[in-house]
């Protein structure tokens, strides 16, 4: 029952993720790791890398590395930060954090601040992706700060080019602090078709209802899973 609950938020997830641009561990984050803490991070960064292997294929013409490369600079540093505090936080704080990185990344989503993707900027977001993403497998909000006023469809292939890199990054440096493992892998083996179906959901779906709909749709399910998180640390 666990298993099939995890394949349900999974394909949820994959379907925000591939709508718009980010949100598979914005949702699956907080759900997952109530059902088993080991499903975060590294399980989940798995059905990340997939799907942003999907994404990336499906908008492969629209995807550029320029200004990648610093974001990409700045996410190692925040990677090894991230695996470092995997090391000392204890189970309800870490709960805590995944709620409270899921309502930051909502309201990032919804402020009309429009920043430009500079280099120094675009540093800084790679930085406090790999923070975030490691720790806590929710590593696009920073990125999506900076690319969400752009075209809709460039943002959604340029963040999935970058979190195919970040996530194998993630994993990599997961591996020796013991957060990616076999118990890690196995868990992440039943997800894999449900990412793939949240992920052709998604493709039916962009066709036919409004982009603004499925934005404003999949932030408040990402509300409401952060909220529960952040609230089940004080109940």
Known sequence: MDILLACVVITMGAFVQTAIGF???????PILYFIDPYYV???????????S?????SYRGQVSFRGLGNAVIGRVPGSLLGAALLLWIDKDWLALWIGLSVLAAVAVSMTSLR???????????????????TSSSIGGPPMALLWQHQEVS????NLSAFFVISCLMSLIILAPVGQFGSRQILLSLPLLPATFIGFLIARYSM??????QLRI???????????????????
Not at 154 to 157: F, M, N, Q
Not at 218 to 228: D, I, P
Request: proline fraction near 7%; glycine fraction near 8%.
């Open 23 to 29: 949100g598979l561990a914005v949702i699956a984050a």
């Open 41 to 51: 991070p590294a399980p989940i960064t798995v059905c990340a890398l997939v799907l």
């Open 53 to 57: 292997v999907f994404n990336v294929y």
């Open 115 to 133: 920043w430009q993707p500079t280099p120094g900027r675009m540093m800084f977001a790679g930085f406090m992706s790999g923070f975030m993403g």
């Open 154 to 157: 460039l943002i959604r292939a």
């Open 207 to 212: 066709k036919r209802v409004p982009h603004k």
């Open 217 to 235: 749709a999949s932030l408040t399910l990402c509300s409401f899973c952060g909220l529960a998180a952040v609230l089940s640390f004080w109940f």
